[in-house]
């Protein structure tokens, strides 16, 4: 509903404002479906289906910014917002068909505010779980830095148009729904510590190849191998943060995963913007 309300806003503002409501109404989709994977699955399984959910989370940005951008010119930016909102309309309809509106209760005791963060607080007191989510932190930090000004790279070193923009960013996001499986199913038989090292210089060597003067084939390439090093590296943080919250915190160690991956997120975009005032390519090099 408020995806869809946002194709009628007016101003920068109004947006903002629904961007940030629409947020807060999404944000328990992703911490849950992990939480869910962690209730399903032993830890020394759960590498494939933790790979597989972030394939699908990150090849549905991939496709969905490549298709906004190469539509956005035909049918402008209002009938994308109502376009995403029949969509999640329809997601919602085929769950409710397969669960029904009657669901058993969940039988659990009262959480209070001070258990709650109480609950933070063993998370996050734990070296391991501290960590961790200061890893997560980070990655979300470098990775959407990266990503959301990829549009303006290919504008200002290639001059390309709307279309071959989205072209050039599909590659992100085609690693991780080609070898999410894959990458899940590695890392339960040999472990995630060289996986994540792997990632990590991946990301950062293909993030500084883009500061030098390269062909916009070669461009295309290290974005997509960007997005491989994420998928090196995310679905495994997710993984160990399956094992801090156990069954009796999965939730809430999830919930502070994405909090602090998503947090990441906006903080990462908003470093590289101000970044850019020193250059395009000096951003790039203190990135990686």
């Known amino acids: 509903v408020l995806t869809a309300i946002t194709a009628l806003v007016q101003s920068a503002s109004q947006l903002i404002l629904?961007?940030?409501?629409?947020?807060?109404g999404a944000s328990g989709v992703v911490p849950m479906?992990?939480?869910l994977v962690g209730d399903m699955f032993k830890p020394s399984e759960r590498g494939r289906p933790l790979g597989l959910l972030f394939a699908a989370?990150?090849?549905?940005?991939?496709?969905?910014?490549?298709?906004?951008?190469?539509?956005?010119?035909?049918?402008?930016?209002?009938m994308l917002f109502l376009a995403t909102a029949l969509l999640a309309a329809l997601a919602l309809w085929i769950q409710v068909a397969r669960m029904g509106w009657k669901q058993e209760p969940?039988?659990?005791?009262?959480t209070s505010l001070k258990n709650m963060l109480g609950g933070f607080y063993r998370l996050l007191a734990f070296r391991r779980g501290l960590r961790t989510y200061l890893?997560?932190?980070?990655?979300?930090?470098?990775?959407?830095?990266?990503?959301?000004?990829?549009?303006?790279?290919?504008?200002?070193?290639?001059?390309?148009g709307p279309i071959e923009i989205g072209l050039a960013i599909l590659g992100y996001g085609l690693p991780g729904f080609f070898f999410g499986s894959l990458i899940g199913r590695t890392a339960d038989r040999r472990g995630r510590y060289p996986i994540i090292l792997i990632g990590l210089a991946t990301a950062a060597i293909a993030t500084a190849s883009l500061a030098l003067e390269i062909p916009v084939l070669v461009a295309a390439l290290a974005v997509t191998l960007i997005s491989f090093g994420y998928d090196l590296t995310q679905p495994l943080f997710a993984?160990?943060?399956?094992?801090?919250?156990?069954?009796?915190?999965?939730?809430?160690?999830?919930?502070?995963?994405?909090?602090?991956?998503f947090t990441g997120f906006g903080i990462g975009s908003l470093i590289f913007g101000e970044l850019l005032k020193l250059g395009l390519d000096q951003a790039l090099i203190i990135f990686a």
């Open 239 to 261: 993984g160990i943060v399956t094992e801090l919250g156990g069954k009796k915190q999965g939730g809430q160690a999830m919930g502070l995963n994405v909090f602090a991956l």
């Open 18 to 24: 629904l961007r940030l409501l629409t947020g807060l």
């Open 57 to 78: 989370m990150e090849g549905g940005m991939a496709l969905g910014s490549t298709a906004g951008v190469m539509l956005e010119p035909y049918t402008g930016w209002r």
């Open 106 to 110: 969940h039988k659990s005791g009262h």
């Open 135 to 160: 890893f997560v932190f980070w990655n979300g930090i470098f990775h959407s830095g990266i990503y959301t000004w990829l549009g303006v790279y290919f504008v200002q070193k290639y001059d390309l």
């Open 33 to 35: 479906s992990l939480a």
